[in-house]
C-alpha cells in the first residue's frame, strides 16, 4: 500500500486544485503499490479560508473506507504536522506533496518506476517549475498550462523524456518527495524541535548517514504553484502579506541557528547561504547515530487532533 500525505493551511483555491489531481490520480496511485491510503491534514486553517468542506468530499466521493481528514487543534507547521503524519501512515511507501501542487498519474509512476530500481533509494524528489536549491533540475512548460488535463499531459511527455532516470543529490527540500518505508523504520519522523524550515534538511542529513540514496527523478513532473499560502495571503491582504515574509526571515534564521547547534557550528558557516556541497557531503558521510538520527514516531492525541 502507498500512503498519500497532504497538509492544507489555508488557501482553499490550491487545496480544490490539489485534491482534484488528487480525484485524477486515484485509479493510477491505486495500482502502484496495491492500494492507497489518503492522510488529509488541516494544520488549524482560519474558518474564513476553511478547506475542512475540500477535504470532507474527497474522503465521502473518492475513498470513504481508505482516507482520513485530521484537522490539528493548533497550527503544527510543516516539521510537526509531517511528523504526525509520518507517524499515522501505514504504507511500504509514503508520498508527501504540497497542498499547492497539481499531481499527475504519470508523476507518481515515474517516483514508484525510481524507488524500485534499486532498494537504496530512500526518498524520491519529482521535478516541478519550482526546485528550491536544485535550480538545475527546473522543469516549465513552454507555455502556461491552464487545466489539469494540460498538466497531465505534459507531465507524461516529461516521463517519456527522461523515464526513471534518477540523480543523487545531497540536500533534501521536502516539498514533495516519496519515502521508502525502510527510512521511517530506520531514522524514524521528522524532527520537531525545528519549527519548519531545516527540518527537511535535517532528514535528509539522517537518511543518507543511515545509508540510503536521496534522488531527484527527472521523469517525474507534478505542477507546483510556489508558496502557495503565500500567494493567496497576498491577494487577500498585500499588508499581512508582507509581515509574514519578515517572519518568515526570522523563522529561516532560528533554524539554521538551532541546525548548527545540532550538527555543530565549527563545521558549517555562519549563515544558511553559505552552505555548500562540501558542508553537505561532510554531514551526510559521518556515521549513523541512533541518539541524534533517530526520531521516534509521535502518538496522535485528541489534545492535538481531531478526526474528522
Known amino acids: ?166 540523480i543523487d543529490w545531497p540536500m533534501l527540500i521536502g516539498d514533495a518527495m516519496l519515502v521508502r518505508r525502510a527510512v521511517i523504520d530506520r531514522i524514524g519522523v521528522f524532527d520537531t524541535r525545528f519549527f519548519g524550515f531545516m527540518s527537511d534538511i535535517d532528514y535528509g542529513i539522517r537518511l543518507h548517514r543511515a545509508g540510503f540514496r536521496h534522488v531527484i527523478a527527472r521523469g517525474a513532473w507534478l505542477d507546483h504553484a510556489g508558496a502557495g499560502t503565500a500567494k493567496e495571503t497576498a491577494a487577500a491582504d498585500h499588508t499581512v502579506f508582507q509581515e509574514q515574509a519578515k517572519d518568515m526571515l526570522k523563522l529561516v534564521e532560528s533554524a539554521y541557528d538551532r541546525f548548527r547547534s545540532k550538527w555543530g557550528k565549527t563545521n558549517l558557516p555562519a549563515a544558511f547561504r553559505e552552505m555548500r556541497r562540501e558542508h553537505f557531503d561532510r554531514l551526510n558521510a559521518a556515521p549513523f547515530e541512533p541518539s541524534s538520527d533517530y526520531e521516534p514516531p509521535l502518538t496522535l492525541s485528541g489534545e492535538v487532533v481531531e478526526l474528522l
Open 1 to 166: 500500500m502507498i500512503s498519500v500525505i497532504v497538509l492544507f493551511r489555508n488557501a482553499p483555491r490550491y487545496a480544490e486544485q490539489c485534491v482534484r489531481s488528487l480525484r485524477a490520480c486515484h485509479e493510477s496511485v491505486r495500482a502502484l503499490d496495491d492500494g492507497v491510503e489518503y492522510l488529509l491534514f488541516d494544520d488549524f486553517s482560519d474558518e474564513w479560508r476553511a478547506v475542512l468542506p475540500t477535504l470532507a468530499a474527497f474522503r465521502d466521493d473518492v475513498a470513504r473506507d481508505n482516507a482520513t481528514v485530521v484537522r490539528f487543534k493548533r497550527q503544527m507547521h510543516y516539521a510537526a504536522g509531517l511528523a504526525y503524519a509520518l507517524s499515522m501512515a501505514r504504507g511500504g511507501h509514503v508520498l508527501f506533496v504540497s497542498h499547492d501542487m497539481r499531481l499527475a498519474p504519470d508523476c507518481a509512476r515515474a517516483m514508484m518506476d525510481v524507488a524500485r530500481s534499486d532498494p537504496r533509494i530512500g526518498i524520491v524528489r519529482p521535478t516541478s517549475q519550482h526546485m528550491d536549491w536544485a535550480r538545475s533540475f527546473v522543469i516549465k512548460p513552454p507555455t502556461p498550462l491552464t487545466g489539469l488535463n494540460e498538466i497531465i499531459a505534459f507531465s507524461g511527455d516529461v516521463r517519456r523524456r527522461f523515464g526513471a532516470e534518477a
